[in-house]
């Protein structure tokens, strides 16, 4: 098991040994990104499980997103439902909390936990593996145990002998203290409780049934709005409460199984029952831990810098998490029409990053898990069904709009440009092309706020005037880079199938990203609506969500021209002119202007903030000016400075997987610039040698001979025995099994790859 412990490495070594099926779990560190602004959780799940059960430590702080902080030395509950490493909060759902003594209905400050019903702990007495969290609750001498299944949690409370085992359910508890216009609790008999929640948060329509079940009897009192509520029910706006009295037994322990469900109590019932039909509870943590090795088994890893297993493996397990499952094991579901749908043939997932996870994550399922990649863009063509548009940020069936472009096309290009294709391949057409226009109506919205962000105006004025005016659309300039780009992946769609009218329009709108460059300052900036450049200007410039730019500046953003790396390169004059900009953006001074800049612009090498996602392609962009030895450099730079073997170990939001998803695919040794091609480009490897196993029977084998802290260039490059001269390797290399040799040295080498290949591979005509 892996305990909380803060590590530090001070000098990078090469570790030799292979990793066995059993100490997979044993190099996960739950615990990295709980600290910092990680906004990462320790909790017991499962790969893509509904239930995240997990400790509550805060509520309201932007640092309270994933429910847990690694600073605070209190813990309020535990819920079933979190989400891992968002920049916005919700969920936490279903709060349970163990006490003795003193019955109290509020959780008490930090400051003063026993005010409430709030228990210190120490991280000594904390433990935190894939599929298992324990920690001793030190002002009710109470050990907690948790373990899940995909629709279910399991909690197993061993307190004091002697004293009154007691537990709070919380159903007002929510992670930023959203709305909850109704909540309802109903005892059905000694042992068994259920409960509903409606939640307006992030999620504007929030739904959360529970069923549980004790292996003791109870009693019980019910609250409702803070007062005692006689009978065995009780339904309130927002403060619905039980405490459970346990009866004595021999060993005071009592097991606790909870199955959820957004569809009805029935669902929830019939999850907890298919699930976790006894009370073994060794035995679901055993098939917790079993789900996870056979998901971090399809990469194994020998050899590497120091603590990079754990970090590498940490980072597979944090990429495996989300999307959650939406469906319950009867198929039923709650769909974005809020109407209750059943499906016979695949499972519904919710919780879609898509700014994040567009970039990395989604395509390295594309090469480790291709069949969860279909279930992704089934359930997205579903969104589409029931809400008449594509998400961007999709949440509990619910359309957020949050941050910009329509990524949900990157999803299913790629997936569709690689092969992946089992889905409605017309009606998917159809979705991406739609994503790109204003829709004045034919969707379905929560609120004016929402409608108005998945349906941004900026679209209307993409498309008629070739730009979006500064003067009249925020993040402006970041929303109609993105857009291009969208448009090029659409325009590679077109071209597969033949839709050359498509083709040519979406080709055309992919330039549109050339109405932003000025050639004057050689950045990426605003344009009003009279053409004129929007002053003054300075690229260092941010005011977080109010300018031209998405959690970023004109440093940052001038580079997210991925589909046309060519094209950008003529814009700033060359090769020549390319390279020193880039040697400029990651070398000048990380000062940022502006007194309400961006907290998420973080991870700093001079400009590049690798802690926020649209600077993830940038290092790799030396690679197609013939400069790799350039991208080897900062890839490894980002590699071993900004992932720690820590709780602060992550740079900035872990945002669903994306920000493991970019270390895992970058210490493979590539990387996906340009999600909708077939390539990737080549970085630099972390481990000596890797064994990708994949679902069609075949195995990606990746060796990096001579590699040390030093020696972090390719000196020599081998595909399948053949020495390989291409600065990328496209998908259907890899999958249909590829031994990648790469030949390591301390000093650079300029000439093991063609010159201009990579470049001309990325020029939109």
Partial sequence: MKKAIVVFFTAMVIIAGSLEAGSLLENVNPFIGTGGHGHTFPGATVPNGMVQLSPDTRLLGWDACGGYHYTDSSILGFSHTHLSGTGIGDYGDVLFMPFVGETQIKAGPPENPEAGYRSRFKH????????????????????????????????????????????????????????????????????????????????????????????????????????????????????????????????????????????????????????????????????????????????????????????????????????????????????????????????????????????????????????????????????????????????????????????????????????????DIEKAYDAIVKSAYYQKDGFLYPNESVKNKINSKAKFYNDSLGYIPCDLINESVSKGLEYAYNDWCIAQMAKAQGKKKDATIFTNRAKNYMNYFDSKTGFMRGKNSDGTWKTPFDPKFSRHRRDEYTEGNAWQWTWFVPHDVGGLVGLMGGKESFSAKLDELFSMDSRITGEHASSDISGLIGQYAHGNEPSHHIAYLYAYIDEEWKTQEMVREILTQFYKNDPDGLIGNEDCGQMSAWYVLSALGFYPVAPGSDHYVFGTPMFKETEISLDNGNRIKITANKLSENNKYVEKLYVNGKPWKKAYIDHQTLVQGAEIKFIMSDQPNQDWFQKNELLNLTKVD
């Fill in 124 to 423: 000594e007495n904390e433990q935190a593996e894939p599929g298992y969290y324990q920690v001793y609750l030190s002002d009710y001498n109470t050990n907690v145990e948790l373990t899940a299944s995909p629709h279910a949690g399991f909690h197993k409370y061993t307190y004091p002998k002697g004293k009154q085992a007691s537990l709070i359910i919380d159903l007002a508890s929510t992670i930023h203290g959203h709305e909850n216009p109704v909540t309802e609790l109903r005892i059905i008999n000694d042992r068994e409780v259920e409960g509903y929640k409606r939640t307006r948060g992030w999620a504007r329509n929030h739904h959360v049934y529970f069923h549980a079940r004790f292996n003791q009897p109870f009693e019980f009192t019910l609250y409702e709005n803070g007062e005692v509520k006689s009978g065995n029910w009780t339904v309130s706006s927002g403060n619905s409460k039980a405490v459970l009295h346990f009866k004595n037994n021999d060993d005071n322990q009592v097991l606790a199984k909870v199955g959820i469900s957004a569809v009805d109590y029935a669902g929830a019932r019939q999850n907890l029952l298919a699930e976790i039909p006894d009370w073994q509870f060794d035995q679901v943590r055993e098939n917790a831990s079993s789900s996870w090795k056979k998901q971090l088994n399809k990469i194994r890893v020998k050899g590497g810098l120091q603590d990079a297993q754990t970090i590498f493996y940490t980072a597979l397990y944090h990429a495996n998490i989300s999307p959650y499952i939406y469906t319950d094991v009867d198929g039923r579901y709650r769909g974005h029409d809020q109407k209750i749908h059943k499906t016979q043939t695949t499972p519904v997932y919710t919780v879609f990053s898509l700014w994040d996870t567009f970039r990395a994550l989604h395509p390295l399922l594309t090469i480790t898990d291709p069949e969860q990649v279909n279930h992704y863009v089934r359930s997205l063509l579903i969104n589409y069904d029931q809400g008449g548009m594509l998400p961007k940020w999709e949440l509990a069936a619910n359309y957020t709009g949050t941050m910009i472009g329509y990524h949900a096309v990157s999803v299913i290009v790629d997936a569709y440009m690689k092969g992946i294709r089992d889905y």
